[in-house]
T-cell receptor, first 113, second 118 residues
Framework: QQQVKQSPQSLIVQKGGISIINCAYE??????FPWYQQFPGKGPALLIA?????SEKKEGRFTISFNKSAKQFSLHIMDSQPGDSATYFC????????????FGTGTSLTVIP | GAVVSQHPSRVICKSGTSVKIECRSL??????MFWYRQFPKQSLMLMAT?????????EQGVEKDKFLINHASLTLSTLTVTSAHPEDSSFYICSARVAAPTSVGGYTFGSGTRLTVV
């Protein structure tokens, strides 16, 4: 059973555009929602993360929007660049209990010049 | 920041042999290590969770006798794929929970190991 559902599976955006990736979850006990960026042949790298007590977090060009009532969260990449082309995974965890991460299925982002 | 060094990055082995993958926490103590497996263009699937000094907890469907995990110290965890077969070919990634989290979430990932069994 997929604990975290992610869409779209792939995304093509023009340079300078906004990339939006969405995730939804069911378990209301999750209290930590990170986004990871993964380049081919490399491990995932933490991009940005949010806890459910805030509705939005912004770091540079990356923003997480969090809707607790809808159990959804999304990643927005502003001014998308070719170097942002990678696979993005959302995840959820009960971090305070040291539990595992539940990953979304991933979104392959391609930013075309 | 917290860094996990994973080796080797790539390994090719013959069917029937064993392969050991190491993950070392370089500047922190990793009390908990997670081992993931990732097939091409798919998500990360948790294989097992290990805590230093105790037996690993394996996820359903993961053969504990085939995927041996050792977490003997706070800075080293190993995954040994025993009697490897071509279907074990995959990308294996470790992740460590920082003992005293200083960043959001307190988790960091290794760079992954591409295992090819021929």
């Amino acid at each position: 059973q997929q604990q975290v559902k992610q869409s779209p599976q792939s995304l093509i955006v023009q340079k300078g555009g906004i990339s939006i990736i969405n995730c939804a979850y069911e378990n209301t006990a999750f209290d930590y929602f990170p986004w990871y960026q993964q380049f081919p042949g490399k491990g995932p790298a933490l991009l940005i993360a949010i806890r459910p007590d805030v509705s939005e977090k912004k770091e540079g060009r990356f923003t997480i929007s969090f809707n607790k009532s809808a159990k959804q969260f999304s990643l927005h990449i502003m001014d998308s660049q070719p170097g942002d082309s990678a696979t993005y995974f959302c995840a959820a965890s009960m971090a305070l209990t040291g539990n595992q991460f539940y990953f979304g299925t991933g979104t392959s982002l391609t930013v075309i010049p | 920041g917290a860094v996990v060094s994973q080796h080797p990055s790539r390994v090719i082995c013959k069917s029937g042999t064993s392969v050991k993958i190491e993950c070392r926490s370089l500047d922190f103590q990793a009390t908990t290590m997670f081992w993931y497996r990732q097939f091409p263009k798919q998500s990360l699937m948790l294989m097992a969770t290990s805590n230093e000094g105790s037996k690993a907890t394996y996820e359903q469907g993961v053969e504990k006798d085939k995927f041996l995990i050792n977490h003997a110290s706070l800075t080293l965890s190993t995954l040994t794929v025993t009697s490897a077969h071509p279907e074990d070919s995959s990308f294996y990634i470790c992740s460590a929970r920082v003992a005293a989290p200083t960043s959001v979430g307190g988790y960091t990932f290794g760079s992954g190991t591409r295992l090819t069994v021929v």
